[in-house]
């Protein structure tokens, strides 16, 4: 059964939900269906969907309720015939809404990844066929919304598998001592993922563990060498190849104060990586306490520095828990997660019951689509 899929993400940074969308969208093309990315011009996400051979629209939007864009998407949805519509961030969950009046033949599928209760009755309403939810963290939160939690589906996110055959040497490009351990934070550098509290959980630290530690900071604006709390660290920004940066890492430090799912947990993980992180959001789903990471309460700064104190002492906690990391990192596989996904489509068009030929009699080859086309 080919399925023709039209993904909508407004996000105009290249962070966990864009990769998301770009992983499923091209796991659904080798497994023989039709998808077609929506995004912003120029949008890492549009840049990377093109290049990896996937149909791409360039759409961009000025706010969440943006009806020009909305009318370019309904084009898009004619012109791609598509049988089901995915939203996968707020504002193209909003713009979906407003490109699918009149069409109600079509579902409207619209992944959540924040453990944040949602606000407002119209975009959660009957409208939406059903929602894809991260983690069981992000489900409880949309229920708390009031979202009828039959119309919710667990999926957890999926990483495809790191495969790193020379991990950076943080310590020789930084001049840092041998022997020191490099603990590093992944992801976007802002509010929620805990990037103010490092300067605190560094000071917090056992004078001697701080002195041994060596911080990285990959995501965000670089800024080259300074000091955390005390400890030489380096901003290295956005890196392109990911995995060979976290490979070059000791420990990794997630101080998020709320997360969907973290999927920088699972790449390091896989990377034998050990993660120390606050006990919230779909973070307990990924962790297990003291066998693949350590996670302390929530918030609470002092246990996350004597946890990421107790890695930099303990080698051997270090190489037990990173070897734990792989095994478990394989439960949250881009195969599951894009299996997942396509049961949520097929139990929608079930309940519709709308009527798919195996294939249809064309050429089964992606056209691109560009903005200025109707």
């Not at 944040?116 to 983690?135: D, L, M, T």
């Not at 990471?293 to 080698?315: K, Y």
Request: charged residues 25%; glycine residues 10%; proline residues 6%.
């Amino acid at each position: 059964m080919s399925l023709r899929v039209l993904h909508i993400d407004m996000g105009r940074a290249w962070r966990g939900g864009q990769r998301q969308v770009f992983v499923l969208a091209r796991a659904q093309r080798d497994a023989g269906h039709e998808p077609i990315v929506v995004a912003p011009p120029d949008s890492p996400l549009l840049r990377r969907a093109r290049a990896a051979g996937l149909a791409v629209s360039a759409v961009g939007a000025a706010g969440d309720w943006d009806l020009r864009a909305a009318r370019k998407v309904a084009k898009r949805i004619k012109t791609w015939r598509a049988d089901i519509v995915h939203a996968h961030d707020a504002r193209a969950h909003a713009i979906a809404l407003a490109a699918l009046v009149g069409k109600r033949r079509i579902p409207l599928i619209v992944t959540r990844r924040v453990a944040f209760v949602p606000r407002g009755r119209i975009k959660y309403g009957p409208r939406v066929a059903r929602f894809i939810a991260i983690s069981h963290a992000v489900r409880d939160a949309l229920v708390a919304g009031g979202v009828d939690p039959d119309r919710i589906d667990v999926v957890h996110s999926g990483v495809p598998t790191p495969v790193v055959d020379h991990p950076r040497n943080w310590r020789d490009e930084c001049s840092w001592p041998s022997n020191c351990v490099v603990c590093g934070v992944v992801g976007a550098m802002t509010v929620e993922k805990g990037i103010g509290l490092l300067d605190e959980i560094a000071r917090l630290m056992p004078d001697a563990e701080r002195r041994a530690t060596r911080l990285v900071l990959l995501g965000g604006a670089s800024a080259g060498i300074t000091a955390i709390g005390g400890i030489a660290s380096i901003r290295a920004g956005f890196v392109d190849e990911v995995h060979k940066a976290m490979a070059g890492l000791d420990v990794l430090w997630h101080p998020a104060t709320s997360e969907g799912l973290g999927t920088a947990v699972i790449d390091a993980m896989a990377l034998r990586v050990p993660p120390v992180a606050f006990r919230v959001g779909g973070l307990p789903e990924l962790i297990i306490d003291g066998t693949c990471g350590l996670l302390v309460p929530p918030g609470d700064v002092r246990a996350f520095a004597s946890a990421a104190a107790s890695l930099v002492r303990d080698a051997d906690l270090r190489r037990r828990l990173g070897e734990a990391g792989p095994s478990h990192a394989e439960m949250f596989s881009v195969a599951r997660m894009a299996e997942g996904t396509s049961r949520v489509y097929l139990r929608v068009l079930g309940r519709a019951g709308t009527q798919h030929a195996p294939a249809r009699q064309q050429p089964r080859q992606q056209r691109m689509v560009s903005e200025g086309e109707p």
